[in-house]
């Protein structure tokens, strides 16, 4: 199983990104997925998650701001990022569960004050 992801960017406080996450060497369907972050000196925390009947799940941090969403047929994962604050800069990385934890290589999202 290999996860890439993209999309991350300098942005101003208030702004709007868009992560994607594309999987391959997995049934993508059938897996819960998930985005995470890590702010420096700060552990890594779940953003949100989305399993495979479609349910989700978010921090409290981000709720109402952040949409997590997949597409099946392509394989990917998104994470759409409205509002965004200076807190919510970090490294954003998506995981997919698959009897086992795997990881794509991480993203930097920057919010500027």
């Known amino acids: 199983v290999q996860l890439q992801a993209c999309g991350g960017g300098l942005v101003q406080a208030g702004g709007s990104l868009r992560l994607s996450c594309a999987a391959s060497?997995?049934?993508?369907?059938?897996?819960?997925l998930a985005w995470y972050r890590q702010a420096p000196g700060k552990q890594r925390e779940l953003v949100a998650s989305?399993?495979?009947?479609?349910?989700?799940n978010y921090a409290d941090s981000v709720k109402g701001r952040f949409t997590i969403s997949r597409d099946n047929a392509k394989k990917i994962v998104y994470l759409q990022m409205n509002s965004l604050k200076p807190e919510d800069t970090a490294v954003y990385y998506c995981?997919?569960?698959?009897?086992?934890?795997?990881w794509g290589q991480g993203t930097q999202v920057t919010v500027s004050s």
């Open positions: 995981k997919l569960t698959s009897g086992r934890d795997y």
């Open positions: 060497g997995t049934v993508f369907s059938i897996h819960t």
């Open positions: 989305i399993r495979s009947s479609g349910n989700t």
